[in-house]
């Protein structure tokens, strides 16, 4: 016998394991009966904090397996070859698919094994020292891997959301991420996931080749047949699939020099806010004093509609991380770059999210010459403009969240979670004009919505700038492929197809079942 139970609990039970199962027995009348929990979501609408539950129960009979996914893969090691760019999300799980399909992937990732890339990220924080192939974008696992690790998607249209949660709990996630409403696996925990996925890989017979550039491609009457590599080598196959990630510029560059065609794409810019967690935890369980013990650090989402000479663009809130930190997301010398990420227990004092807002290509003109890689530029230069001003290190420039209002320099700053520092500057001097003055309105409204939340005890640290690539690799809707070039298939973030960890997954899994499709027509 199952039931399906639904239940409205207070944090205490919704939140300790022991107590929901005995709540959900109780409600199901099954005291000896096994529990699987299926949804936990917050309700922080109004007080006291709820949390909604959706469970089955099931009596005389055994639980169904908790995921369907396994790895048990086929041995690809003399399989037809499909070259792969880049080792993010897109790339890693487009290896294991065409494992599954029986093909071979060969991963070029320009950057370190996680491992060995902790050092790197190290030396950025510590001695302001950017290596350009290995940092918080470039290596095994991508952006993602030193990140929240957030894996709520709105693009459910596009793959098996399902799916991609099973294939991380087969490699060492937690089982929460496939019940929680917003599930997140967080920074600490999300190297070894990508360790053991490089291993499923592997072992199948798969190769990832790190520390290794792709400087050219290499095309014959048929499409894209390979890559030359920085050390003068080459690597062909039956498909390249390209995942790069959405900063790989020397990439962008190389497919316009190459004249494979690329379009210009808006995408969005602006700051990193931080607050105190307790702050935003006041604001959204309205609670005077600490939160439910129970409850995780809260997070919010905020939009607004901002008008510039008349006007309107999006202000938003983007990759909001509770309990989180700020970390130094530049991948050259010379620019300033920051993003966030989470501990999986979000216990950090402080709360970040990225304030941005979104540019196209009317913001773009002063940099027309550049054609579709103008909004690559423009973005360098608000970049590059944040390392000026805050010194010319990875030392990012801030303000508090008023006096950016009032246009006033900083006399202090607030305590952050930014290890290399932060230097006081009025960010109307860093970012552009239509930028700050729409961040000025979404600022105030925001304040309206979320009493408290528009405050000097927070700062604004700029620059969020790699929301999204500020180009889309055109691909055809029903072959993925480049509409230009045959046997290219550009897939992920850095192509313009997805917006974090599961929809750069998704597509990954996409692209590898169209280049085995494609494949199997031709044999």
Do not use: W
């Not at 006291?48 to 959706?54: D, G, H, L, S």
């Not at 053991?196 to 798969?206: D, F, K, Q, V």
């Not at 970049?383 to 006399?411: I, L």
């Not at 528009?454 to 691909?475: D, M």
């Amino acid at each position: 016998m199952k039931k399906t139970i639904q239940l409205t609990l207070p944090p205490e039970k919704g939140y300790d394991e022991n107590l929901l199962l005995e709540e959900v027995r109780r409600k199901a009348k099954m005291p000896s009966a096994d529990v699987r929990i299926m949804r936990r979501s917050i309700d922080a609408r109004r007080s006291p904090v709820k949390v909604n539950i959706a469970a089955e129960a099931f009596l005389n009979e055994p639980l169904p397996e908790l995921i369907s996914y396994h790895t048990n893969f086929p041995d690809v090691s003399s399989a037809p070859e499909v070259i792969i760019v880049g080792a993010g999300p897109a790339g890693m799980f487009a290896a294991l698919r065409l494992i599954e399909l029986g093909l071979r992937p060969v991963i070029i990732e320009r950057g370190k094994d996680v491992r060995a890339r902790r050092r790197d990220l190290a030396a950025i924080n510590k001695e302001h020292k950017v290596n350009p192939d290995s940092n918080y974008c470039f290596g095994e696992g991508g952006a993602g891997t030193y990140s929240d690790g957030k894996l709520y998607t709105r693009s459910k249209k596009r793959g098996d959301v399902q799916r991609i949660l099973e294939i991380l709990v087969a490699h060492g996630a937690t089982e929460e991420i496939l019940f929680e409403a917003h599930p997140h696996i967080g920074t600490n925990k999300l190297p070894q996931i990508v360790t053991n996925i490089r291993e499923s890989i592997l072992r199948a017979g798969g190769e990832i080749m790190f520390d290794t550039r792709v400087t050219g491609f290499l095309q014959d009457s048929s499409g894209m047949k390979g890559v030359r590599l920085a050390d003068g080598g080459k690597r062909d196959g039956i498909s390249v699939l390209l995942a790069t990630g959405h900063s790989a510029r020397d990439i962008f560059q190389l497919l316009v020099n190459s004249s494979i065609p690329v379009e210009l794409k808006p995408f969005a810019l602006g700051v990193r806010i931080e607050h105190p967690q307790a702050l935003i935890d006041e604001i959204q369980y309205h609670c005077t004093g600490p939160r439910n013990e129970h409850l995780p650090a809260s997070s919010y989402s905020l939009v607004y509609q901002a008008r510039h000479q008349g006007i309107a663009k999006g202000v938003f809130s983007f990759c909001m991380c509770p309990g989180g930190f700020i970390v130094p997301a530049a991948t050259h010398e010379g620019e300033v770059v920051v993003n966030g990420m989470s501990p999986s227990r979000r216990n950090s004092r402080f709360a970040n999210s990225g304030i941005v807002v979104a540019v196209d290509a009317a913001d773009f003109v002063d940099y027309e010459q550049y054609a579709e890689l103008a909004g690559m530029h423009y973005q360098a230069a608000v970049e590059q403009r944040a390392c000026q001003v805050a010194g010319g290190t990875q030392t990012a420039p801030a303000q508090r969240m008023t006096d950016f209002m009032k246009r006033r320099v900083s006399a202090t700053l607030p305590d952050t979670s930014y290890q290399p520092g932060l230097m006081s500057v009025d960010l109307h001097e860093v970012l552009p004009v239509p930028v700050a003055a729409r961040l000025e309105q979404g600022l105030r409204h925001f304040g309206k919505i979320m009493k408290g939340y528009l405050t000097n005890e927070a700062q604004l640290v700029g620059v969020e700038s790699r929301t999204s690539s500020p180009v889309q690799i055109p691909r055809d809707k029903t072959t993925l492929e480049h509409v230009a070039v045959p046997r290219l298939f550009p897939c992920g973030e850095g192509a313009g197809y997805a917006g974090g960890i599961v929809s750069a997954a998704m597509d990954g899994e996409r692209c590898a079942e169209a280049i085995h499709q494609l494949y199997a027509r031709k044999k």
